[in-house]
């Protein structure tokens, strides 16, 4: 029981840590190397370092070292969740029960990036297996370089890698008006539309 209590206090006790969780409970079957940890959660890498050494003592995490014999392996030791953790289920359930992240964030966020008409949340944001895309934006004269900086934090918050599609207003009405399978299952299939100015 104390060894549990132990481990409850050291879990939700920093922005980092929660990140990690995400990580690893939304790609349970990945194994990520420390560098590419640090760069997916964007959190300093000595923050990162600290967090796993944590997370393996208490054995949320497995280790594995590999020597870069093939091509576009890197050597180092690389991480992934240890299915056998005494909480991994509830943790695991949690985490894909709550929403990724902030709705009122990416609201902010996308409507900074250009003249938006159209901002689409489904899949991972819906808890949905069942959908095309995760996000998908309309709009014009949207900036890549801020698209970009946008979907990197975004996919930080979330754990995993956002699936997405952009369109300018002219492409959609051109798709749309011709029946194009894809944006029209994404309009039919379970979402959530926080900018509609396209009145769909």
Not at 12 to 36: G, I, T
Not at 83 to 91: C, I, Q, S
Not at 139 to 149: E, R, V
């Amino acid at each position: 029981m104390f060894m549990h209590q132990q481990i409850l206090e050291s879990i939700f006790d920093s922005l980092a840590r929660v990140r990690l969780f995400k990580l690893f409970l939304r790609n349970p079957d990945k194994y990520f190397h420390q560098k590419e940890i640090a760069k997916k959660v964007q959190v300093n890498s000595r923050v990162v370092a600290k967090e796993l050494k944590s997370l393996l003592a208490i054995d949320f995490l497995k280790e594995k070292r590999v020597r870069g014999r093939k091509k576009g392996i890197k050597s180092g030791i690389y991480f992934s969740v240890n299915p056998d953790f005494d909480f991994y289920h509830e943790l695991r359930s949690l985490v894909l029960k709550s929403s990724p992240a902030s709705k009122e964030k990416i609201l902010h966020r996308v409507q900074r990036l250009g003249q938006i008409k159209l901002l689409l949340l489904a899949g991972i944001f819906l808890s949905s297996d069942n959908s095309r895309v995760d996000l998908f934006i309309v709009g014009d004269h949207i900036s890549q370089k801020s698209l970009t900086s946008f979907l990197k934090d975004l996919e930080s918050e979330v754990g995993r890698e956002i699936q997405f599609a952009v369109m300018s207003g002219k492409e959609f009405y051109y798709r749309y008006h011709m029946f194009d399978r894809f944006v029209h299952d994404i309009l039919e299939k379970p979402n959530e539309k926080l900018i509609n100015k396209l009145k769909i």
